[in-house]
């Protein structure tokens, strides 16, 4: 004979079942949220693992070998040369010339000058020229002298923006220093007294407006503010905190601006504020950005610890790619972070992806890249390898 229920059995068996279902559905949520808790304060383990899924890449390895014909370029007056890269041109400068290549390694162009303590920018086809401590600069590409500048007072340091802007730090008698601005004519468009000492310059978009650095005394240490200022107004747009460290480069871009310093590197946003900041554990290499996009190489030789950190954004904690022996030179170009050691250069992406390397089998001091060839600074020579990244 079947069980009979009354109605009110009927009813407490649906609340029975209603409350166990709440049960159920309590403890998946709290196993759920455990679990993204978990994964949260794991997110250093599995993160980097889960970058890039979807877009591997298999890591290239070029030949390394060096190219024949007009390479090695030999240069005269030993190690002291500065090699840049602009437009399907490489520039090189000694104590004397100033040659301009082909990347094939014909010489275009030759150019004397007379500077004791010469310094090369290069940007867009174009080279600035100047002596450091001196009180002259020019501005050339590979068939003119486009203009030359004297100054009353010396040249601190210069640069040069891709849309032909020069700026110049010189001393100043009655300030720490003066800034004057010259369009690709070389017609001055702005001119500022500095209460600090500008420590370096760094063109944004359009060249309307640059990010500047001074070192300044805080709290007994000094430290490295950055300010943004517009050719169009005197007033400064914003200045930072100061990054505890001193900034020997600073890079601009649509982000704000990336500090290099000698003990430590950092960030600063659109807003003036520090994003970010990143001590080193050894001492730095070199430093390198573009777009927003930084490398830093810092080598420990006490613990044989070399390393690259990479920085995607301004924000960002720095990805640290370890090396297996002292890195050398490091470059941003093309999306892609280039590092030399001692036996190869490589290329990383910012997700920590090796995608691309190169043996080298001498003694170089640095490189510079192109689209298509990397070319390594001897003492007295200039080699040339193929390089595929890729990309």
Not at 235 to 260: C, M, R
Not at 274 to 303: L, Q
Request: with cysteine; glycine share 8%; proline share 2%.
């Amino acid at each position: 004979m079947p069980t009979m229920y009354d109605a009110d059995d009927i009813v407490d068996l649906k609340n029975r079942k209603k409350r166990k279902e709440r049960r159920i559905k309590f403890l998946i949520f709290l196993v759920a949220a455990a679990a993204a808790v978990a994964l949260y304060f794991t997110k250093d383990l599995w993160l980097p693992k889960l970058r890039g899924i979807g877009k591997q890449y298999k890591t290239i390895v070029n030949s390394g070998q060096l190219a024949t014909g007009n390479f090695p370029i030999e240069i005269s007056g030993g190690g002291d040369y500065q090699l840049r890269y602009t437009v399907k041109k490489i520039m090189v400068l000694n104590d004397t010339y100033l040659y301009i290549y082909d990347t094939d390694g014909t010489l275009l162009k030759k150019r004397q000058h007379v500077y004791t303590n010469s310094v090369m920018r290069v940007a867009n086809g174009r080279a600035l020229v100047y002596e450091n401590g001196g009180n002259q600069l020019t501005v050339e590409d590979e068939d003119n002298v486009l203009y030359s500048k004297r100054f009353e007072n010396n040249i601190l340091f210069a640069r040069l923006s891709s849309d032909g802007y020069t700026a110049v730090v010189t001393t100043s008698d009655n300030y720490s220093c003066e800034l004057t601005v010259y369009d690709k004519k070389g017609s001055m468009i702005y001119e500022r007294k500095c209460i600090e000492m500008v420590t370096d310059i760094s063109f944004l978009s359009k060249s309307e407006s640059c990010v500047l650095s001074f070192i300044k005394a805080e709290n007994g240490n000094l430290v490295t503010k950055v300010q943004e200022i517009s050719f169009k107004k005197s007033s400064e747009n914003w200045t930072s905190p100061g990054l505890n460290t001193l900034g020997l480069e600073i890079f601009g871009s649509g982000e704000g601006a990336f500090v290099y310093g000698v003990d430590a590197c950092g960030y600063v946003d659109t807003d003036g504020e520090i994003s970010s900041f990143y001590a080193y554990d050894g001492e730095p290499a070199a430093g390198a950005s573009m777009s927003g996009r930084s490398a830093v190489i810092v080598n420990n030789d006490d613990v044989r610890k070399y390393i690259m950190a990479l920085f995607s954004g301004n924000d960002d904690e720095p990805l640290i790619i370890e090396l297996d022996s002292p890195g050398i030179d490091v470059s941003v170009f093309g999306g892609l972070a280039y590092v030399m050691c001692q036996d190869s250069v490589m290329a990383y992406d910012f997700d920590g992806n090796l995608r691309s390397t190169a043996a080298i089998n001498d003694s170089y001091t640095g490189f510079v890249r192109s689209d298509d060839h990397i070319f390594l600074k001897g003492y007295d020579k200039i080699d040339r390898i193929d390089y595929d990244s890729g990309n």
